[in-house]
T-cell receptor, first 112, second 114 residues
Framework: DGGITQSPKYLFRKEGQNVTLSCEQN?????MYWYRQDPGQGLRLIYY???????QKGDIAEGYSVSREKKESFPLTVTSAQKNPTAFYLC???????????FGAGSRLTVL | AQKITQTQPGMFVQEKEAVTLDCTYD???????LFWYKQPSSGEMIFLIY??????QNATEGRYSLNFQKARKSANLVISASQLGDSAMYFC???????????FGSGTKLNVKP
């Protein structure tokens, strides 16, 4: 079955460490997105990519980095510059012009 | 600028009753799509329903219907015959057709009482 795989599901990080969240899709979707969700709040866009080797900052890109070397993969690195990284991270994808955004199951990052 | 507003942080509904979750949006784009997603406590995002800005009829998907009032820029979700499994967070979202970006509201937490 096609879908989006996010890993790890849970991740603990010490302050000052960089961590990378994986997002892989086999839906042949063109666009991929990373959202951050804080408790009781909505989704905020971190980065998005519409084609390979190209990506754009969203509303809260500071302290994060991404790459899009393959159509299927869009990893997110949470750097030590992100001051409050504890959150739930959701990866999503869509075809161009699609009327639906497909999500992965999410990764929960906790900074110790 | 695009903005989605959900003014109900939390709502209660009795099982088997209908409930309306409010959503208003602001956009300068003439063409856009409106969406509702459900997020259970597990965290997954489940697509519920879609409405295009030029669609003449309100969208329906099973027990879900979208009450679209274009002039008022509102896209309320109506859930009929609520079930205990409907207890979740619900998010309204919009995608302007000129962009491949999706904008989300802050969500409404729905609790269905037995």
């Amino acid at each position: 079955d096609g879908g989006i795989t996010q890993s790890p599901k849970y991740l603990f990080r010490k302050e000052g460490q960089n961590v990378t969240l994986s997002c892989e899709q086999n839906l042949n979707h063109d666009a991929m997105y990373w959202y951050r969700q804080d408790p009781g709040q909505g989704l905020r866009l971190i980065y998005y990519s519409q084609i390979v080797n190209d990506f754009q900052k969203g509303d809260i890109a500071e302290g994060y980095s991404v790459s899009r070397e393959k159509k299927e993969s869009f990893p997110l690195t949470v750097t030590s510059a992100q001051k409050n990284p504890t959150a739930f991270y959701l990866c999503a994808s869509s075809r161009f012009g699609a009327n639906v955004l497909t999500f992965g199951a999410g990764s929960r990052l906790t900074v110790l | 600028a695009q903005k989605i507003t959900q003014t109900q942080p939390g709502m209660f509904v009795q099982e088997k009753e209908a409930v309306t979750l409010d959503c208003t949006y602001d956009t300068s784009d003439p063409s856009y799509g409106l969406f509702w997603y459900k997020q259970p406590s597990s965290g997954e995002m489940i697509f519920l329903i879609y409405q295009g800005s030029y669609d003449q009829q309100n969208a329906t998907e099973g027990r879900y219907s979208l009450n679209f009032q274009k002039a008022r820029k509102s896209a309320n979700l109506v859930i009929s015959a609520s079930q205990l499994g409907d207890s979740a967070m619900y998010f309204c979202a919009m995608r302007p057709y000129n962009f491949n970006k999706f904008y989300f509201g802050s969500g409404t937490k729905l609790n269905v009482k037995p």
